[in-house]
């Protein structure tokens, strides 16, 4: 049986998702090398929180696309580890420790980045930050038919 033939468009569409999910696994274990323990996922709410100051379970939801269960779950994990605590509305602040580790984290994959593309020029650097910054600001209609625009983290 043949298929028919992919369009241009279906096949730079399937190159991008496969380079987005190469990229997504490398991070994931690049996180995880750098600070065991940590996941990625937890990583990126570490990074979400300290850029907002505060936040609530149902707001990270919200910006990640994620059920609130899962975002209690990982932030409970992220308290019992004193990378995070709760205050007396339910919002949850970076700790000094959770704050070490993000910042430390972060240097490290910098670095990594860096390294990754060092021979790029600065200009090639500015262009993949400009769409990556498109790609991630691009709204996205969520499993419960809101809409909302993807968040911006830890700089992930």
């Not at 850029?51 to 308290?79: E, Y």
């Amino acid at each position: 049986m043949t298929g028919r033939a992919k369009s241009a468009e279906e096949q730079v569409n399937e190159d991008l998702l496969d380079q987005l999910s190469l990229y997504g696994r490398r991070a994931r274990g690049a996180v995880e090398r750098v600070a065991p323990g940590l996941s990625f996922a937890e990583y990126s709410l570490l990074g979400q929180v300290s850029t907002t100051g505060a936040a609530r379970a149902h707001d990270l939801a919200r910006v990640f696309g994620l059920d609130k269960s899962t975002v209690s779950r990982q932030l409970a994990g992220l308290v019992r580890r004193g990378l995070v605590e709760r205050d007396e509305a339910r919002c949850v602040h970076v700790t000094p420790e959770g704050a070490r580790l993000l910042r430390a984290t972060r240097a490290e994959l910098l670095g990594l980045l860096g390294e990754r593309v060092a021979d790029w020029t600065l200009e090639e650097r500015r262009s993949f930050a400009t769409l990556m910054r498109r790609y991630n600001a691009a709204e996205d209609e969520g499993d419960d038919g809101e809409t909302r625009s993807a968040g911006r983290g830890s700089g992930d």
